[in-house]
């Protein structure tokens, strides 16, 4: 049973410009939730996918988008890069059917803004 | 908007010891649910264990139980028999039912289990 992946482990960027992070959820979940984890805090909800759609979103820019795939694969773009946008982003998967909804992690992708 | 509090930034016991880790949090909500998630240096968010807010029975997964109290709003966590891997980062969650806006962490606890 495959659980949630990521990908790239790593990425390094600079200011201003864009980057994509990837997301495969665990097999039977249909429900994708992106956090963004700065170093020695919480993670922060930053959107929900569910149906190919945005179903709920925290407290972030318009930066940050979006996209879940008929597969239930999801993509987080963030545009114009900006140091305070270095951290471990998270993915979460869950299914939408249980009242539940317990979420589970993948590994999370590392992104360093110079 | 929930808010969930962590107070103890860090804690270190010894191995085999009993340790409490404390977690408070607000909502006006009354269905919800409160979770513990252990991330170790790998930083893979694990998840320890779940309450269901409608239920009174603290929640158990074998060393590992939860004190809920929901007139106080509080959700600690018991580690039993501490191990050398329960070494970890551990965050208290809250989650509406649904779960459509997402989990809301805490700050976290660095949980040291010294040998």
């Known amino acids: 049973d495959a659980g949630v992946t990521q990908s790239p482990t790593h990425l390094i960027k600079t200011r201003g410009q864009q980057v994509t992070l990837r997301c495969s959820p665990k097999?039977?979940?249909?429900?994708v939730s992106w956090y963004q984890q700065a170093l020695g805090q919480g993670p922060q909800f930053i959107f929900q996918y569910y149906e190919e759609e945005e179903r709920q979103r925290g407290n972030f820019p318009d930066r940050f988008s979006g996209h879940q795939f008929p597969n239930y694969s999801s993509e987080l773009n963030v545009n114009a890069l900006l140091l305070g946008d270095s951290a471990l982003y998270l993915c979460?998967?869950?299914?939408?059917?249980?009242?539940?909804?317990?979420?589970?992690f993948g590994p999370g992708t590392r992104l360093t803004v110079l | 908007a929930q808010t969930v509090t962590q107070s103890q930034p860090e804690m270190s016991v010894q191995e085999a010891e009993t340790v409490t880790l404390s977690c408070t949090y607000d909502t006006s909500e009354n269905n919800y649910y409160l979770f513990w998630y252990k991330q170790p240096p790998s930083r893979q968010m694990i998840l320890v264990i779940r309450?269901?807010?409608?239920?009174?029975q603290n929640a158990t997964e074998n060393r590992f139980s939860v004190n809920f109290q929901k007139a106080a709003k509080s959700f600690s966590l018991k580690i039993s028999d501490s191990q050398l891997g329960d070494t970890a980062m551990y965050f208290c969650a809250f989650m509406n039912r649904g779960g459509a806006d997402g989990l809301t962490f805490g700050k976290g606890t660095h949980l040291i289990i010294q040998p």
């Open positions: 309450q269901e807010a409608y239920k009174q």
């Open positions: 979460a998967s869950s299914l939408a059917l249980l009242a539940t909804d317990t979420q589970y």
């Open positions: 097999s039977g979940h249909d429900t």
